[in-house]
């Protein structure tokens, strides 16, 4: 009896954490915040995706447009790895035609402002290893009508934001002692904020939540970590891609020195295909004129 009670958990356990991996893997959760600050002249809603990993909701990615014109933004902001790049010892599948089908189709309908990753960088970091060159992809990336935002700048002016793109050098993204981010080196990369503007910061890995605050970001809007892989209660992401059990921005809104911190959880997977109580997200951010909240 006792075996058999053991199996019957066991097998309870195995179908009920397969359907939640699946269930996260296939649907969409949309999240919603709002921010208000004087500095805006022009309510602005934006949908802000990150880390699609080169996954299709749909033929074509139809489930996921469907549910980003059925939002109505002004614009769309990505903060990065819309593909996945071969890395070294890693067989991953690699290609920039759904990220490329995705952005043409969605600047047919919106203006998109597209930040990178390290995934995307990995093509100039090690242009060994694919049969393409970065600035081939950057080219298809362009060419689809996005705005590329490679350390580089745009100020809205019928909307008072000034957006940003961060592309970091591989440095800080290591693993075991990444580098220091300062407030210097981030001026060197995408220069000085604003301080007339309301400064968007897509910035991919939110490790260096506190130097994107203690440059000028009113609002950063992050990746990488994917949510955590699994999100628990009270206790939020399990790990990052550091690893770092536990990080302390995994996914969701913070508040640093003043700043807003969007941490998004991601739409696809790789390297460990799972994501559990962690459905693939999008965010609606409301950016309202009026008073700074």
């Known amino acids: 009896m006792k075996n058999?009670?053991?199996l019957f958990l066991c097998s309870f356990f195995s179908a009920f954490f397969t359907g939640v991996i699946l269930s996260d893997i296939h649907n969409i959760k949309v999240r919603h915040h709002v921010i208000y600050d004087g500095r805006i002249k022009k309510n602005m809603r934006v949908v802000a995706l990150s880390d699609l990993h080169g996954r299709?909701?749909?033929?074509?990615?139809?489930?996921?447009?469907?549910?980003i014109c059925d939002?109505?933004?002004?614009?769309?902001?990505?903060?990065?790895?819309?593909?996945?790049?071969?890395?070294?010892?890693?067989?991953?599948?690699?290609?920039?035609?759904?990220?490329?089908?995705?952005?043409?189709?969605?600047?047919?309908?919106?203006?998109?402002?597209?930040g990178m990753g390290n995934h995307e960088s990995r093509v100039d970091w090690m242009p060994w290893?694919?049969?393409?060159?970065?600035?081939?992809?950057?080219?298809?990336?362009?060419?689809?009508?996005?705005?590329?935002?490679?350390?580089?700048?745009?100020?809205?002016?019928?909307?008072?934001?000034k957006i940003c793109g961060l592309n970091m050098q591989p440095k800080y993204y290591l693993h075991k002692k990444p580098a220091f981010l300062s407030v210097h080196d981030?001026?060197?990369?995408?220069?000085?904020?604003?301080?007339?503007?309301?400064?968007?910061?897509?910035?991919?890995?939110?490790?260096?939540?506190?130097?994107?605050?203690?440059?000028?970001?009113?609002?950063?809007?992050s990746g990488?970590?994917?949510g955590g892989i699994m999100r628990l209660p009270l206790?939020?992401?399990?790990i990052s891609p550091k690893p770092r059990l536990f990080p302390d921005y995994s996914g969701g809104m913070f508040r640093l020195k003043g700043a807003h911190q969007l941490v998004l959880c991601g739409l696809g997977v790789h390297t460990l295909p799972v994501r559990v109580f962690n459905p693939a997200e999008l965010v609606v951010l409301d950016l309202k004129k009026g008073r700074k909240d």
Do not use: Q
């Open 235 to 238: 206790l939020g992401g399990v």
């Open 129 to 161: 290893l694919f049969d393409f060159t970065y600035e081939d992809m950057m080219k298809r990336f362009a060419d689809t009508g996005a705005k590329i935002l490679d350390n580089d700048s745009i100020t809205l002016d019928e909307y008072g934001i």
């Open 224 to 226: 990488h970590y994917h």
């Open 4 to 6: 058999k009670g053991l």
């Open 186 to 221: 981030l001026n060197a990369l995408v220069g000085k904020p604003d301080k007339n503007c309301f400064n968007v910061l897509l910035a991919h890995d939110p490790e260096y939540l506190p130097a994107y605050a203690a440059w000028g970001a009113d609002l950063s809007i």
């Open 71 to 114: 939002l109505k933004p002004d614009a769309v902001f990505t903060a990065g790895d819309i593909m996945t790049a071969k890395d070294l010892g890693v067989d991953l599948s690699y290609s920039v035609d759904v990220a490329e089908d995705l952005l043409k189709e969605l600047a047919k309908r919106f203006p998109v402002y597209f």
């Open 56 to 67: 299709s909701f749909g033929r074509g990615n139809e489930k996921l447009i469907k549910k």
